[in-house]
Structure formats: C-alpha cells, structure tokens
C-alpha cells in the first residue's frame, strides 16, 4: 500500500468532506454516552425499609418504630432495611395499647426478616430495577450483577466489533450496532423479570460498545493527522460526555426505568441516515485491493472539497492479509486499571454526599476540560507521560479521599472529581495511543481488542463499588493502589508521538523487549 496520507495529502486539512464526516461521527456518540452509563440511574437502590401490611393491626406508633437500628458501614448507627421488630410482637403491643420506647424496652423485642416485602422511598426514584424486582438484602449481589453483565456485553462487543468491521467493513458495523443498540433498549422495558432484563441489557452493551469502535476507527482512518488528533482525543468524546451529561437529566425529568429506556431509545432512529452520509474507510478498502471503491470516495471527497484530483490516485498496492491475535494485547495492565478507575469512580456518583442526579452532572461536566486538556496533551506530549502523570494522579487523589474526615465531605467529592478528571484524560488518550500503533489490517480488530481487556475493569469495577457495604474507604484504597501501579508500567510502553499511522505490519513500533 502506498504511503496513503501522502497520496491523499491533496484534499486538504479541513475541507467540506471532513468537516461533514467529522460533525456526523461526534454526533454518534451521544448515544453512547447516555446509554453507556445509565445503569447508574436504572439499578440505583432507593431508600427502603420492611413492609408492614395495611391489614396487620399494628398502631401508627409502632409502625413508626418497627425498624431497628443497626451498625451501618461507617461505624455509626442508621435503621435497618433488611430487618424489622417481629409482627406479632407489635400487634400484641399495639392491643395492648403500649408504646415503643415508653412501656416496651426495644433492645428486648426480637427482630425478623423482611417477610411481607419492602417499601422504598420515591422522593428521588419512582421506580428502579432494584424495587421494581426486590434486588436488596439477600439479593443486593444482583444490583453489580446487574452492571457487570452490561459491561460484559460491551467486552463482547468490542470483541466482536473489531472482527466483524475487519472482515465487512466500520460503516456497516457503525450503523448495525445502532439498530441493535435501540431494539433491546426498547424492548428491555418489557422484561418479566431480572433475569431476563439481564438477557437483554447484555445486548445492549453489545450495541453500545461495537458501534463506538467502529465509528471511532472509522474517523481516524478517513482524517489526516491533523483532524485525527481532534478527533481520537476531543471531538469524539467530549460529544460522548455531552451524552453523558443528558443521562441526569433524562434520569431527573422521567424518574422511572421503563420511562428512562424509552427517553434513551427515542432519539437513536435519527442517526440511520448516516448512512448515506459517511463513507466507508478508503484504507480499510485498500487493505482489502478494493482500490476502485477506494478511489471514488477519494474523487467524491476532493469534489466536495471543490478540488481538481490527479488521474491515477493510488500507485502501488501491496495487500496485507494479516490477523495474527498474538500482538494485539495491548496495554493490558494499563487499560484494565484506567478501566476500573473511571467505571468506579462514575458509577460511585450516586453515593456521594448531596442529589444525585447534580453529582452525575458534575461528573459528566468534569469530562469536558478533561478532554480538551487530553486534545492539547495528545498534541504536544510523549504518550506516555501523558499516561503517567494522569494515572498517577488519579491514584493520588483517590487515596487522599479516604483519609479525609468525615465533616469534609465536599473536599472529599473535590478530590474524586480531580481523580475523574485526571482518568478521564487518561481513558482518551489511551484510545487514540491504540490507534497510533496498529496499521490499517489490524486496527479495528486491535482496538476492539484492546476495548474488551479494558472491559474486565469495568466487569470489575461494580463489585468495587460493592466493597462499601464492608468499609467506606475500601474502594478508593484499592483503586487507588492500581493506578499508581499502572502509571508505573506504562513507562515501558513504546512511543509513538510524532510518528505516521502505520498501514502494514513492518510500519508498527516495537514494543520494549
């Protein structure tokens, strides 16, 4: 394959087609943002305590009082919401016309499960998967279940999205992926049950994840080095953090999960036409010798771009027919704990202090200059002091949480957003790295890749989150831990600041060792 960015030099930086495929690809992000996190608000827990049946004779000021106090895991005292003062107990009270606290010392009435259910507090959710199947006390393992097999169906997808977009092409994965994306959100409203929401939820993190990689590989390959660096490190996702930022008030205005799925599913339909918009990969086309389809969108760009091509575009062919898997790990550790830094970290949103749906916002919004800093990073520094210093600084701060007293809660959620800030540099930057090392025949498959390993992280990440039901500072501590390990090992990843987009295997830099 001839140099492709040398041969294709004469469309220009920014002409009309770039500018169309650029907007048009950002804006497929969207999608990915609000739906990518939206089991924030879908399996959040509300607050809940032992039903008491209407029909039980039970006065008000027992019912006032049937929940127990326990030891929650911040050490102090706070009402229990698995456990309630035996029923037939307080009917007997409530006969006898005695009163909890006053003639019934509490300490002495024995306690029971949550036989007749629960009520949950709707003040912030109508409903959530979590009330709408019981998903507390003895089944509180399935809310990061929950996650974690959406975020299984994104390692999935990205798995898949890189073998399928190599072998048919990014454009129609890009668009498949969205179709699939909006059927089973849609449908998912109708699930009979968890597990079968579960079923469904996977495929939409299928959806979620394969079209955002191929659409991301798509961009880099079509733009020159110029536009490619906006695009890998800003354009893309600061319109992903817009999408983000919708989540919360998507989540605020409709308060329920099934109304939530239908307000993510409504808006993707507008994006098929951007099939007739976008066009597939030149490169990806030369690397299969389709060289005539190659050429015409070339023509047709440089027509947009009101410039005079030359006769004979591509010179020199040389197909690479190569999809060795062995390569393609790439920065494993690294990718793995960036991963669970920023999943844990966003999915923590709800369990900070103050409304949550304004602390998902905050974190959203936190996004925006994190992305235009990777933008300037990516531009003018090595890779992997970009990775170094963000990683470490994200451990940094997230080990500081923990140590912050209890009366400082607002410098404590300071210290999580500057930790969401520096890995959410991190997580751009990485993706944009990924496809500065791989050529052409690889690249898709390789970040898609790269993408799934990334996933173990956020598969993780939930259980994480799980470990504040043991100790508060748990999960800052072990998050912390993995980041600034990961800043260390990936000192020994190889540089590719300033070098051209590799086509072939024999262009790509060589790992250290």
């Not at 959406?150 to 999935?156: A, C, D, Q, R, V």
Request: charged residues 15%.
């Amino acid at each position: 394959m001839s140099d492709f960015e040398s041969t294709t030099a004469f469309l220009g930086k920014w002409g009309r087609f770039q500018q169309q495929v650029f907007f048009l690809l950002c804006l497929r992000s969207i999608p990915t943002g609000y739906i990518g996190l939206s089991v924030v608000f879908l399996a959040d827990t509300p607050q809940h305590r032992c039903f008491i049946p209407a029909h039980a004779n039970v006065s008000a000021a027992w019912r006032n009082r049937s929940v127990p106090p326990e030891e929650g895991p911040g050490g102090g005292l706070a009402l229990s919401q698995c456990s309630r003062y035996r029923l037939e107990d307080m009917v007997r009270f409530s006969e006898g016309d005695l009163l909890p606290g006053v003639d019934v010392n509490l300490t002495n009435v024995a306690t029971e499960g949550c036989l007749d259910g629960w009520e949950y507090d709707q003040s912030v959710y109508t409903s959530t998967v979590v009330s709408e199947w019981d998903l507390v006390c003895d089944d509180q393992w399935k809310k990061p279940l929950t996650s974690s097999v959406f975020f299984f169906g994104i390692l999935i997808g990205s798995f898949i999205s890189g073998q399928l977009s190599d072998r048919f092409g990014r454009k129609i994965v890009t668009i498949l992926a969205l179709v699939v994306q909006a059927f089973f959100t849609f449908i998912s409203i109708f699930s009979p049950s968890w597990a079968f929401f579960c079923c469904l939820y996977f495929f939409v993190g299928v959806g979620n994840s394969s079209g955002f990689v191929a659409a991301f590989v798509l961009g880099t390959e079509i733009f020159g080095p110029h536009v490619r660096k906006i695009f890998s490190t800003l354009g893309s996702n600061l319109v992903f953090a817009v999408g983000y930022m919708l989540l919360p008030l998507f989540a605020f205005i409709t308060r329920d999960w099934k109304m939530l799925l239908v307000a993510l599913t409504l808006p993707i339909p507008l994006y098929l036409p951007l099939w007739w918009y976008v066009p597939e990969s030149p490169r990806w086309l030369l690397s299969q010798g389709r060289v005539e389809e190659a050429e015409a969108i070339i023509r047709e760009a440089a027509k947009k771009n009101k410039i005079e091509p030359p006769s004979l575009i591509f010179v020199q062919i040389r197909i690479m027919q190569l999809h060795s898997m062995t390569d393609i790990v790439f920065l494993l550790n690294s990718l793995i704990c960036i991963a669970i830094a920023y999943f844990a970290v966003s999915l923590n949103t709800v369990n900070l202090h103050g409304n949550s749906y304004l602390n998902c916002f905050l974190s959203a919004t936190v996004e925006l200059p994190a992305y235009v800093l990777s933008w300037i990073m990516f531009r003018r520094c090595s890779r992997r002091l970009c990775l170094f210093s963000t990683l470490f600084t994200t451990g940094l701060f997230l080990l500081f949480v923990q140590l912050m007293p209890a009366n400082l809660t607002y410098v404590a959620i300071a210290f999580e957003m500057i930790a969401k800030f520096a890995v959410t540099i991190a997580f751009s930057i990485v993706y944009g790295y990924t496809v500065e090392v791989y050529p052409t025949v690889l690249r898709t498959t390789a970040l898609g890749t790269s993408s799934m390993i990334a996933r173990i992280g956020s598969i993780l990440s939930p259980y994480i989150i799980y470990l504040r039901s043991y100790s508060l500072s748990l999960p800052y501590i072990l998050i912390g831990c993995f980041s600034v390990l990961c800043a260390l090992l990936s000192l020994l990843l190889p540089e590719t600041y300033g070098m051209p987009l590799p086509d072939t295997i024999s262009q790509m830099q060589r790992f250290p060792g």
